[in-house]
């Protein structure tokens, strides 16, 4: 009867605790549901944020993990300006530098045609008062035309080797202008790219919730199966393996 009695009494204690872990078990789940419900919320929220502003906008898409920066139309206008104004520069930069002795003739070229008129007329003149003096056929005459030539073509041999240092600074120049037009362009990028850190710190300044959501979520998980380890069957297996080892 000892035996019968001690499994009647082990039987009756399940029954009676039945109901108790049942509910100890459903309150585990109903309190891990919140708790996941809420870490996920703190995950959604810890993401980048999208900036926007008068000046471009910066948006995120955790989907496929990628980002997209932009400028506003008024500064997208000014971005590609620059970058074509910088093409203008650096082309005629690069027509003028591909040979420096070239370019420094092209530039004696385009002021000699401002010096030749009055070149020209200098020996004008000369020719008509040696005629009119009766010497332009004579050699004090011709002399005096070579000695004019020999001027002109001292000061043309001059304005020649100021010609190749006067192309060089236009060309370094036009180099200048290329370069600021860049750092223009490039520079603006930061504006979207300042959105898109603040976008980021927002949701890094959420991260430290997503990371105590998470441990909160595993502890909820913990909890469960400390409920059903409580459950009806685990309650009779353990007080039927204390009748046996009696």
């Known amino acids: ?11 009756l204690s399940f029954l009676g605790g039945r109901s108790d872990s049942r509910a100890a078990s459903s309150a585990a789940q109903a309190n891990a549901a919140a708790l996941t419900q809420n870490a996920d919320k703190a995950l959604d929220a810890a993401q980048p944020w999208n900036i926007g502003s008068i000046g471009g906008t910066a948006s995120f898409d955790p ?18 300006g620059s970058l074509d104004r910088s093409n203008v520069w650096g082309g005629q930069a690069q ?58 073509m001292s000061n043309q041999n001059l304005r020649r080797n100021q010609s190749m240092g006067q192309a060089q600074g236009m060309i370094e120049s036009l180099l200048n202008r290329e370069t600021s037009d860049i750092g223009q362009a490039t520079g603006m990028l930061n504006i979207p790219m300042q959105q898109a850190l603040l976008g980021r710190g927002i949701g890094g300044d959420l991260g430290g919730q997503a990371a105590a959501g998470l441990s909160t979520r595993q502890n909820a998980a913990g909890l469960i199966g400390q ?20």
């Not at 989907?63 to 590609?80: A, C, F, H, R, V």
């Not at 008129?117 to 070579?146: K, M, V």
């Not at 069957?233 to 353990?238: K, M």
């Open 227 to 246: 409920a059903n380890m409580g459950s009806e069957s685990g309650a009779a297996l353990r007080g039927l393996s204390g009748l046996f080892r009696k």
């Open 1 to 11: 009867m000892g035996l019968f009695s001690d499994i009647i009494g082990q039987g």
């Open 95 to 152: 027509e003028f530098g591909s040979d420096p002795f070239a370019a420094g003739n092209r530039y004696y070229e385009q002021q000699q045609q401002y010096f030749q008129p009055q070149e020209d007329q200098l020996r004008t003149d000369a020719e008509t008062r040696l005629l009119a003096q009766g010497r332009l056929g004579s050699t004090g005459g011709q002399r005096a035309l070579g000695q004019l030539d020999e001027s002109i």
């Open 63 to 80: 989907d496929s993990n990628t980002g997209m920066l932009g400028l506003s139309p008024e500064l997208q206008n000014i971005y590609q």
